[in-house]
């Protein structure tokens, strides 16, 4: 069947039309509209879908308790939703259609470095503030960009906190092999552990990438495995957690203590791996034992959040939900403090933006990320996730050294 | 010396694994054409199917090889059958188009069904190993090896010696000559489709124990598996065997270039993909047809 060109034409003005958005909630009601590209497929589709509940929950908190006071008028807040398939490009393709066509009045980060890294550009070249807690490399505070604000502690210090921890403990931890995927934001977490490592007298036996598409690592695990090494740290994440934890059991590699900067915090690994899943570290943004009390407006404690989440989505808070919440309060903080919803007004804001909550404190340095709120350190014991680093957070001891595997 | 002994023992373990992912992919490619995009997501579905039958009914995971056959060989038949083989004769991009949708489609079902949570199918006896001569071996990375070739053997000897799979070969090398002898063209055809969804479902199944399992687990696998079959010649058992473990023993090896130039570090499991791509192309360069592949007219 051929067409004439202007049936063509006609098909084609209807489809547009079809697919042309419905009439925008934008601020022009009473309503503000948040944009998020996220990875709702893909391969971060776990953690997508984890900043999504995060995001979310802030919602229906805000849109319960009677939205956010702008200057006299208050707001009901929605957020618009599109997935970027765990795609750098296309998320960024789709923060610029949220900002063209649905006119978002700002964007709520993606997942993960790589896009984040994208999507702060868009932010950046139309001038439209975002709040990302998912980002974690410092690359994308390097840039300079003035739109783009960070919630997270950066990657370097995913690992920090593990190091610090079996260093002192007895004996104390000396020697740490390292192995990380190809990835911006892992190659920055390896670089940092490696870094503190050589600065703080621990000497570095073994450190080696492999690619964010690795399905076998069992030839790393074995140049690894002849180093000895005291700490075994793996920077990467839960896919590629899983395949190294069960890579080391595999290989019988005995160390003192096995850390992640992504994976043990997920249940997802305790779920997939069983006991083998016992006694390792994880880095983690938060815990629902960090003892901040939260400024008004939401709620305060970490526990709270918790329970929130647990009835509203049936598993145990995750950082990635705490911190995705985080992003959104900064914004409602920041708004509230603006009396605006005028996008230069609001990153002004948020540049000046110092206020603790359930997460932490929330404030930004000259290049937009947070360098105010430490990390803690998790452990899985008996198979429930405990905080036990730094002690003044904690709610439990770290067992270390770990038992042999067949003993946990 | 025993890192280049465990070497070569993880390099064919691996192998293994990616010969049975190519084995279907192969026969699909080399007898029909048809480019199957759609493989991976059968890997990924017979890994679910693996992992629900072990959650839900503690099924062991060897034991459900031959559900995940017999589940996706029935679900590729049907799909060939009713769907592939009216565009089958149409220019490869057709085919190509429809496999990747059907692909979409089955990813995106598996995440409304599973959603896209990792899930891992650990067995008691999951990281069990024993050490020879100083390699340590894990016993279900053993199993899996002995597994992927008997299930190449069978795969070869069925082909050759019965008369479905002589009814194949014959279709694979003149279409109008093998239905004048009275081969059911369209039946061969689901046949072959349906053996390569098979093999991929049982690969997944192989695949459950060592790697996480989630909805796009298998795009890297179905990028592995198009390298291993053209590496090892295409619609032949023997070179997916030998491509996968060809494949396998270079990404093991490839592990050991470690080096400093500078500061430029230079890591040769950071580059596999790259250099497991430079040995696709030398070896396309010296034999065009891949490793065991025979010049067709």
């Excluded at chain 1, 900002?99 to 997942?111: E, S, T």
Aim: proline share 4%.
């Amino acid at each position: 069947m051929k067409l004439r060109p202007t049936a063509a034409l006609g098909i084609l003005a209807l489809c547009a039309t079809l697919a042309a958005p419905s009439v925008p909630v934008s601020a022009a009601g009473d309503t503000i509209l948040f944009g998020s590209p996220v990875s709702l497929t893909g391969s971060l589709t776990k953690e997508g879908h984890l900043t999504q509940e995060g995001y979310e929950l802030w919602k229906n908190y805000v849109n319960a308790h009677g939205g956010i006071k702008v200057g006299g008028k208050t707001y009901k807040v929605d957020i618009k939703y599109y997935d970027d398939e765990s795609k750098n490009d296309t998320s960024a393709q789709l923060a610029e259609r949220l900002i063209d066509q649905d006119h978002v009045n700002f964007l709520l980060g993606p997942y993960g470095s790589g896009t984040s890294f994208t999507v702060a550009q868009i932010a950046e070249r139309k001038k439209i503030p975002m709040v990302e807690g998912n980002g974690a490399a410092e690359k994308i505070f390097n840039q300079g960009f003035r739109y783009t604000f960070g919630v997270l502690s950066p990657a370097k210090r995913y690992l920090e906190g593990i190091l610090q921890m079996t260093k002192a403990q007895k004996p104390p931890a000396q020697t740490v092999a390292i192995t990380a995927a190809s990835d911006a934001f892992s190659q920055e977490v390896a670089q940092g552990a490696a870094a503190w490592a050589a600065a703080n007298g621990m000497k570095v036996v073994y450190n080696n990438k492999y690619p964010d598409t690795a399905t076998d690592v069992s030839s790393i695990i074995s140049a690894l495995k002849q180093t000895n090494p005291d700490v075994i740290l793996n920077a990467g994440h839960l896919q590629d957690a899983l395949l190294v934890q069960k890579g080391l059991k595999e290989q019988n590699v005995i160390a003192r203590a096995y850390g992640y900067s992504v994976g043990p915090d997920t249940p997802d690994f305790a779920s997939s791996l069983g006991k083998d899943a016992n006694d390792v570290f994880g880095g983690a943004q938060w815990s629902d034992a960090v003892k901040y009390k939260g400024a008004p407006g939401f709620y305060h404690t970490a526990p709270e959040y918790a329970k929130a989440i647990d009835n509203a989505y049936h598993h145990r808070a995750d950082y990635h939900n705490a911190e995705s919440t985080a992003a959104c309060l900064a914004f409602q903080y920041a708004i509230q403090k603006a009396g605006s919803l005028d996008p230069e007004k609001v990153r002004d804001a948020l540049a000046k933006l110092d206020v603790t909550t359930f997460y932490g404190i929330i404030k930004f340095d000259s290049r937009g990320i947070n360098l105010y709120k430490p990390m803690v350190v998790n452990q899985i014991q008996n198979g429930r996730l405990t905080t036990v680093w730094p002690a003044f957070t904690a709610d439990g001891k770290p067992k270390y050294p770990a038992p042999p595997w067949g003993q946990r | 010396m025993h890192l280049v002994l465990q070497d070569l023992a993880n390099g064919i373990l691996a192998g293994g694994i990616l010969a049975v992912v190519a084995l279907g992919f192969s026969l699909v490619w080399g007898i029909m054409n048809i480019i199957n995009l759609a493989h991976g997501a059968f890997v990924m579905l017979g890994a679910y199917l693996t992992y629900q039958l072990f959650a839900s009914f503690h099924v062991d995971p060897f034991l459900s090889l031959p559900i995940s056959f017999v589940v996706l060989f029935t679900a590729g038949y049907l799909l060939q059958r009713y769907l592939i083989n009216w565009v089958v004769r149409a220019p490869i991009l057709t085919t190509f188009l429809l496999t990747f949708g059907l692909s979409l489609l089955f990813v995106n079902i598996a995440l409304i069904v599973w959603t896209g949570d990792q899930r891992g199918v650990t067995t008691a006896y999951a990281g069990a190993n024993f050490t020879l001569a100083g390699v340590t071996i894990p016993w279900v990375k053993l199993y899996t090896l002995l597994a992927a070739l008997v299930i190449t053997g069978v795969m070869h000897l069925w082909l050759t010696r019965s008369k479905t799979g002589r009814a194949i070969r014959a279709t694979s090398m003149d279409i109008g000559a093998a239905q004048l002898s009275g081969v059911r063209v369209a039946h061969i055809y689901s046949i072959v489709y349906g053996l390569g969804a098979g093999l991929a479902g049982v690969a997944g199944t192989l695949i459950s124990m060592s790697y996480a399992i989630n909805p796009n687990m298998g795009e890297p696998f179905l990028i592995k598996a198009f390298v291993v079959c053209v590496l090892g010649g295409l619609g032949s058992v023997q070179g997916a065997l030998v491509g996968g473990l060809v494949y396998g023993i270079v990404e093991a090896f490839a592990t050991q270039i470690d080096l400093y130039i500078g500061t430029q570090h230079i890591s040769g499991s950071g580059l596999q993909d790259a250099i497991a791509l430079a040995v696709l192309l030398i070896v396309l360069i010296v034999r065009p047809t891949g490793i065991m592949g025979k010049a067709t007219a």
